[in-house]
Nanobody, 120 residues
Framework: QVQLVESGGGLVQAGGSLRLSCVASGSTFSSYNIGWYRQAPGKQRELVAGISSSGNTNYADAVKGRFTGSRDDAKNTVYLQMNSLKFEDTAVYYC??????????????WGQGTQVTVSS
């Protein structure tokens, strides 16, 4: 069982920066792939950044070059550094931890989300 707690959201002006954190419980956190998702009002939840268990990252086109995901497994924490924020980045941001075992067992956990509001 993994519990995820996000923090770092808030209100920021366009062009500003925020850093989101997601702290996880559980001793096997380093084995999980992490995804940062966001959901704006009236829209579907979308993946903005992925951080594999080995530290590889990938990003949605909308945030490439502006957002950076990282992880510190010693602290059971993942981060999302968001720079040059735009009004359209306004959303609730969620941390997700996923792990697929060889026997097909899937572990998938979500945090409660943190609100990011960008004023234009």
């Amino acid at each position: 069982q993994v519990q995820l707690v996000e923090s770092g959201g808030g209100l920021v002006q366009a062009g500003g920066s925020l850093r989101l954190s997601c702290v996880a419980s559980g001793s096997t956190f380093s084995s999980y792939n992490i995804g940062w998702y966001r959901q704006a009002p009236g829209k579907q939840r979308e993946l903005v950044a992925g951080i594999s268990s080995s530290g590889n990252t990938n990003y949605a086109d909308a945030v490439k070059g502006r957002f950076t995901g990282s992880r510190d497994d010693a602290k059971n924490t993942v981060y999302l550094q968001m720079n040059s924020l735009k009004f359209e980045d306004t959303a609730v941001y969620y941390c997700n931890a996923g792990r697929l075992l060889r026997d097909g067992t899937l572990y998938n956990y979500w945090g409660q989300g943190t609100q990011v509001t960008v004023s234009s």
